[in-house]
């Protein structure tokens, strides 16, 4: 029997990132007999009540959802009525959140940048409590990151290279969850994206900017193909699978000789990039894994 899939995405979201996302997982799902309806978000509602637990939409009930959003809410409903979502609610909600990701491969001793959360304000005062700066620079040493919990595409990432300027870092961002991290000066605008499907590493880039710290595309930098290394492979799957990812892309920053730190794990991870960079649609091996896991 051939299954009905849903794929998620975000309906709000400015851009056709999203959908261009989405439909090339519909693609390869129609590829291997299975249809998948792009469904955003929103169009789904999801309704409680003390004896219901339930969905609100048109659309049939799938036997599988790929689920590009962060709408963890609704993933985690489909996840109560019984449908499989990949990746699962709790991936997505832990590869958001880039403080919980840390802590979650530190605690599997994967390597990461040496690290320090600030610590929970909860609301923007007045006056503002700072924590030791001197503390923070002689653990870390400058310049350091300034990392936003909640980010993407680079925009939530900061360099600051004095105590000044780290200082008027933590008054902007208060109230915001953020940490401090080492800045791996070896990885200075460039890092590796490497695509992970199950216990799989399906394709790999390199990502250079030259005008940034940061090696987003989105901020200027340009990808190279790359075969990363036994060890760089090695670490991808170990950090996907701390996470319990089905499938995510992992950034690599680049250490001394042949190592390397893990520098986020994407759940949602969009997969252009690397199909025009390689020639790989990791579409293909999403899609194969998740018929595989549902068995047929
Ligand atoms: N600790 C670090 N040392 C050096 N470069 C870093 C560090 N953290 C992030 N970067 C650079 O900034 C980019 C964006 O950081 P990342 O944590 O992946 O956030 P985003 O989710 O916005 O991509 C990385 O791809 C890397 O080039
Ligand atoms: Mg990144």
Known sequence: MSKIGWIIYNGNLPGNKFLDFAEMLQEAAEKHHSTAYIIKNNDVLVTLGSERLDLLTEYERPDYVIFTDKDIYLARQLEQLGIPVFNSSQVIETSDDKIATYQVLAKHKLPIPKTIVAPKVFYNREEKYLPNLEMIISHLGLPLIVKEAFGSFGEQVHLVHSKEELKNKIVELYGKPFMFQEFIATSKGMDI???????????????????????????????????????????????????????????????EDDTYYVCEINSNAHIRNLLDCTGINAADAMVEYILNKLGG
């Open 193 to 255: 994206r490497i695509q992970v499907v199950g216990d799989q590493v399906v394709a790999a880039m390199k990502r250079i900017a030259t005008n940034d710290f940061r090696a987003n595309i989105t901020t200027g930098g340009v990808m190279e193909r790359y075969e990363p290394s036994e060890k760089a492979k090695e670490i991808a799957l170990a950090a996907s699978k701390s996470i319990g990812a089905d499938f995510c892309g992992i950034d690599l920053l680049f250490g």
